[in-house]
Nanobody, 117 residues
Framework: VQLQASGGGLVQAGGSLRLSCEAS????????MGWYRQAPGKERELVARIGGFGNTVYADSVKGRFTISRDNAKNTVYLQMNSLKPEDTAVYYC????????????WGQGTLVTVSS
């Protein structure tokens, strides 16, 4: 499984960005996918996750501002980020969960999002 993330960059506070992550390999619409982030000096944290049935989970800090979605035909997950804040600055990683033969979480290479004040 390979995950290719894109869409990061520099944006002013209050602006928007959309991250994309295309999965290749043994990932289908039944696999959960998500986004994590890691800010300098902080631990990696969950941002949003979307299950195989489209159910979503968000970190409290991004609820109402970020939206995760997926295009199963393209094996791609998106993260629409609106009303960005400087504290959203981080490297964002996409993930995909595999279940066969055992659970494994695959990670993309990360894309940097920088929000200036």
């Amino acid at each position: 499984v390979q995950l290719q993330a894109s869409g990061g960059g520099l944006v002013q506070a209050g602006g928007s960005l959309r991250l994309s992550c295309e999965a290749s390999g043994s990932i289908s619409s039944s696999n959960a996918m998500g986004w994590y982030r890691q800010a300098p000096g902080k631990e990696r944290e969950l941002v949003a996750r979307i299950g195989g049935f489209g159910n979503t989970v968000y970190a409290d800090s991004v609820k109402g501002r970020f939206t995760i979605s997926r295009d199963n035909a393209k094996n791609t997950v998106y993260l629409q980020m609106n009303s960005l804040k400087p504290e959203d600055t981080a490297v964002y990683y996409c993930t995909a969960d595999g279940y066969i033969p055992t659970f494994r979480r695959y990670w993309g290479q990360g894309t940097l999002v920088t929000v200036s004040s």
